[in-house]
């Protein structure tokens, strides 16, 4: 298999997805994915953009083999996606969806983070390890007699997180995890986010609108119409205005804020986040 | 809490009925059905209730559960009673108007209907009350385990049953949803009419159901996801483990059932 090295901030890292040439569709005359080439490296925090229906679900489900076979190759984690390997790619992939009401199996959250780990017949001793330690690390181990009903939002979404986390994947694919989470909870997420991406050992794929979360990220592919608009870093995304129309996107609010402040004459380069703006701002407020 | 989320919950009372093996229980539970059944005289429902009175006890679970577990079918109970009573021709005439009689036999099994059915309801409830969902699937696992020969799943049975029982909130909190939105575009089903009432209903069952397929869908991705496979082997976390207490609470109802029959 295709298993190409690629060149990353961190130096050459092996890439951990390979698509070469997939195309998908039910109807051969109307494909929603067609032609698409990409390679994801191990380590690679890579947001998936573009319109309502372009596509963006249906790749990921296709890395997972949750559809249907589809034309082209797809490589994960060494493995080329056939019949036979569905079940090694799953114990890579792990995927958290957009509905985390959806996405609980058990009765209690931790039923349903035992559910993967007693799918992977691991021993108890192994299995209670897992469960106290993704419980505690996502905040949640105060929660395991709950019933889903009883828990909010982001303490849902955490669940389903944790119940990813704990069966050990290399690659996560967060499917608009955050779009029906309020305020608070998204926040709760990008810190989840952050902190995988410090740990190094993830590689994370997130479907997302939210312009923040994307510049959080180390590469944008955005998708249109079925294919690869481009293919670029968040900056890059940024600042291409068609581009951003394309994909029904907006700038992110630090930003817009700069070029406001620009546009009025105040000096302030374009900043990479909420922090290095207000360090540009604040000598600017003193010197005043 | 919902109060709909009783359904199917556990009530955690770390009493000894909440530490049998979920297999005695089931098994106790197919016992008092059958005793239920076969319990034909007042001496034998009387038995029944103290019987019944005495495990709902040692549970700790205050009566009103078991009372509010039984409360939804109130009316079939009425109905079974006033057909039964109504129906059955035996025994002195206690009363007549014209050609129309009430016999004593009826007004007896009438009784003896909604007794069973008291009983059955809150001994199901007392099941479920002192077994998390979990457990009660692992038992269930358990007790169909000999029916594999025969080509039965048990997995597949206690999947369904654990998936049932974890969407029936979800799904009736949607179809409130729906009425809702219903009754604030006008149509409130409380207002209308019993004829407009059903058609109302079928409004109201089409998006549950659209979004029960939709909501089936995104479970099996989940699931699927989660490396699940239909039949392949799993580890537990929560072993079984049959204990004297459990051999003595199958005895309780044998013997039941025997004092039942003697009476």
Redesign the interface.
Known sequence: MNQANIETKSGTEPAVIVLEGVSFGYDPEHPILHDINVSIPQGQWLSIVGPNGCGKSTLVKLLNALLPKSAGLISVCGHTLQEETIQSIRQCIGMVFQNPDNQFIGQTVEEDILFGLEGLCLPYEEMKERLDYYTGKLGIDHLLSKHPGELSGGQKQRVAIASILAMKPGIVIFDEASSMLDEGSRDELMGILRDMQAEGSYTILLITHDADEILASDRVLALHGGSIAADVSPAELFRDAELLERCHLREPYTWRLARELQSRGITVDVPASEKELIDTLWPYNYSK | ??ER?LL??SI?TGSWVHKLDPRSKITGMLLYVAIILLSTSWMAMGLLAVFSLLVMATTRIPLKYFIKAAKPLRYLMLFIFIVQALSVKSGDVLWSLGSFSLYEGGLRLGAFSVIRMLFLLTFTALLTFTT???KLNQGLEGVLAPFKKLGLSPDRITLMI??A??FI??IL?EAQIILKAQASRGADLKELPLKEKARMLVSLLVPVIASAF??AQ??V?????????MD??????H?LRWGAADTLFVAMFIALGIAVALL
Do not use: H, K, V
């Not at chain 2, 991705?221 to 496979?229: D, I, K, L, Q, V």
């Open positions: 809490m919902n989320l199917g919950r955690d998390t969902p979990g654990s998936i029982l974890r909130p979800t909190d939709r909501r995104d479970l991705y989940s699931m699927e996801a989660r490396g699940f496979r392949a082997p799993r580890s537990r976390y072993r």
